[in-house]
């Protein structure tokens, strides 16, 4: 039984997944009952990595989704539209969807969801979070009897290369990132990556995954690393800790509901370069490599780890989502409407909401220039005690420029704290004479 | 639609199923439609963590197997009889299994798997290996397009944990070994874990199912810590490396074969300590996690990584298989002999033999024991020269009580190198009138 094959996009991914079906040989058997049927490109006479016969290519994105004999429509062609509707387009006509597109499904996965639900497809996006790392499969399938209390990851190759960077050169974040972007490794505009709204929408879809419901994508409080000084990742080591730009999301408990009424999971989601500390899991991994953490009851904590971007790792991911369709259509057959698997099919089954940010908690890594003289230290200890924050510690930094001009850098970290407390107590440090600024704010893990 | 239970021990992780099928609130809606029907112990009267209908026990697992309302079957009893009778009594009966057991599946997967295959029903094993880390599933499920080249891992948490002591405390093996009894880290009887057997037992399912033909257990060369001396975990990390006991199955291509016949897949499966450089994803795997490593093509280097074993982890694993089953029994609906999903079915679908060990490469680290004199360093280094060995290193290590007796520990690690000419190479160092003894002889990553 041969299954059709449809691809909405030959770049580096979808060549790399119509060279895996071009070469089925020592994969699992099923990839060679997988057959490419028709490919949607942009320029017909642009050179492939990858040959095809001509006669599979067409520039009507359209009639890939709509020709008979593709059973299967895959969108690696990214950006919002026409993917989203071509997507919308093939659920419609009843045919499942392999997506590796992050930023169509943060944004408008539950219309998706609703139109895959109403017409019993399957839109799996393996290969939308942590390119070749199996997550979003393991989260489906293997994690289903945990209850989840932290996702946090590191789902951005890019943001964590340049960090890479500047913590093994100290060179700043300007320079790596002029230097990623001609090494290809960071895009010509790279707002996405650095501001981290690429791995707001990766963690969107995580969360909404770990704990069964929407995530609102626009309400993520998102923080990238471009406005980073590479001081503080300096400072960061000295303290034994990495800076790491992650996305975190955790369970927080659900609201009291009038009686009928059901619970709204509260989540506390948000992306921010973090202070990691040397030991922890996260912070060995270097490069474009990604990594996430999964903590839930019963299981711990599991990590799951590789290659975050790439052709190559994209492709495995987007080849699985097709044989996972594949694989369940010979349970059911090919007749229409048979019953999704729900673990596969991984519907919405509770509401959640993000909390209001000022009422979560969190360590902190605070950088204040000051004067240097004595007692400095004592009176901003005193402002974080009346606020009622604890400090786990108030370190001095020597640097001769400083000093020679009679300044000081004073960095603390703090214990957990409740965001709101902690804003107060900055206020009233920044009120003080002697303190000049409140050069840097990051969070700790 | 309730989908019935049948639980064959109900030890730790037994009961650790129990609990989450008893509380299924906050986990995956599909836990709410499993029910713990009947339950298989040994002795009724013993007090349990976890609370059951009095009814649901029996000291008879056959008739576990047998309740016309036990739908799946969990076989969480550990050993090798009556846990495989009771597998196959469940298949013969139509009904899926979920084991932890990875002895038996190490050892009976093949009568297991074609018993299965015969009466199309499910065998799944996800607790067998890496305790809760998603690993069997990942690789069934997730990693299907690719060419897997190699799988390596930590999977026995007791040897992990013993030699992370080792290296941190600079302990004897002995002294740890049993501080680890009394903590209950290590069994009364240590010697699957401390020997290699356990890791040996994963790794045959592991490569059965990566390689995706049976391996067979009693021809895998195992070796495990029980012999390994502190001094060579000192100054292994003195070079860079930290000591782990690698469980390694790696793909060497395929057997010539008359046409016609299908070719072999020739793989070198194997357990030892192995000397892992200090930057490698899994020197950083401390105490009693686990971390499996697969490389394949196009994925690269996809890391699992987890708490290897214990009630909540093993439990997790378990839970996930049975949902699993649930999820895919919505798809084919409760008719007798539907298809099964290739992949999560796992069948073999190619022939593998594990390779003469004498042929394969390695790098490898040798301690000698040499008299302290000029020259032996360079004698050492012309038989390793003569017989085609190439050195990465030589260094002699100063131990003031060696050194006063006029004796010296040479280590060397070389490069990669065929087993056979490496034996060679020994052999002449051996007959040098200056070498006492080759004192230790390790694998290096």
């Known amino acids: 039984m041969t299954i059709g094959i449809g691809l909405l996009g030959l770049g580096t991914v979808g060549a790399g997944v119509a060279g895996i079906l071009a070469n089925p040989e020592g994969r699992h058997p ?88 109403a017409k019993g497809v399957y839109v799996l996006i393996e290969a939308a979070v942590g390119g070749g790392i199996p997550i979003i499969e393991p989260l489906k399938q293997s994690l289903g009897g945990n209850r989840i209390q932290r996702v ?27 230097d990623a972007q001609r090494l290809g490794y960071a895009e010509a505009d790279p707002a996405a990556d650095v501001q981290g709204g690429d791995a707001a929408d990766k963690i969107a879809i995580l969360a909404g995954l770990a704990y069964g419901g929407r995530v609102e994508r626009a309400a993520i409080p998102t923080e990238g690393i471009d406005r980073l000084d590479s001081r503080d990742v300096a400072y960061a080591a000295q303290l034994g800790y990495g800076v790491k730009l992650l996305a975190v999301a955790q369970h927080l408990g659900a609201d009291a509901v009038a009686s009928g009424e059901a619970p709204h999971q509260l989540l506390d989601v948000r992306v921010h370069p973090t202070l990691v500390p040397k030991d922890h899991p996260l912070a060995g991994v270097h490069g474009v490599n990604n990594a996430i953490l999964v903590e839930g009851d019963p299981v711990g904590r599991v990590m799951f780890y590789g290659p975050g971007a790439g052709a190559g790792p994209t492709s495995s991911a987007v080849v699985a989502d097709i044989l996972n369709i594949a694989g369940i259509r010979q349970v059911s057959g090919s007749q229409a409407q048979a019953p999704l698997d729900p673990l596969l099919a991984a519907s919405s089954w509770r509401q959640c ?29 005193s402002c974080f005690g009346q606020a009622g924050v604890s400090i786990q510690s108030i370190v001095q930094f020597e640097r001769s420029a400083e000093a020679a001009e009679g300044r000081a850098e004073i960095v603390v970290i703090t214990h957990d704290v409740q965001e709101a407390q902690f804003r107060a107590a900055l206020g009233a440090i920044e009120a003080l004479e002697e303190v000049q600024a409140v050069a840097a704010c990051l969070r700790t893990l």
Chains 1, 2 share one sequence.
């Open 353 to 381: 909401r993000l909390v209001d940010s000022s009422l979560t908690t969190h360590r902190n890594y605070v950088r204040l220039r000051t004067t240097d003289e004595a007692g400095v230290i004592g009176k901003i200890g």
């Open 30 to 117: 099923l990839v060679g009952e997988l057959a490419l049927k028709r490919v949607a490109v942009r320029d017909l006479s642009r050179p492939r990595p990858v040959e095809l016969a001509p006669e599979l290519l067409t520039t009507d994105p359209e009639a890939v989704v709509d020709d008979p004999a593709v059973d299967i429509v895959v969108e690696v062609m990214g950006g919002l539209e026409p993917a989203r509707s071509l997507i919308l387009r093939a659920i419609n006509a009843g045919k499942p969807v392999v997506t590796a597109n992050k930023a169509v499904i943060a944004r408008y996965g539950e219309e998706i969801n609703a139109a895959a639900a």
């Open 152 to 178: 946090s990851g590191i789902i951005n190759g890019t943001t964590n290369y340049i960090l890479s960077r500047m913590a093994d050169e100290g060179a700043a974040y300007a320079d790596v990132l002029a």
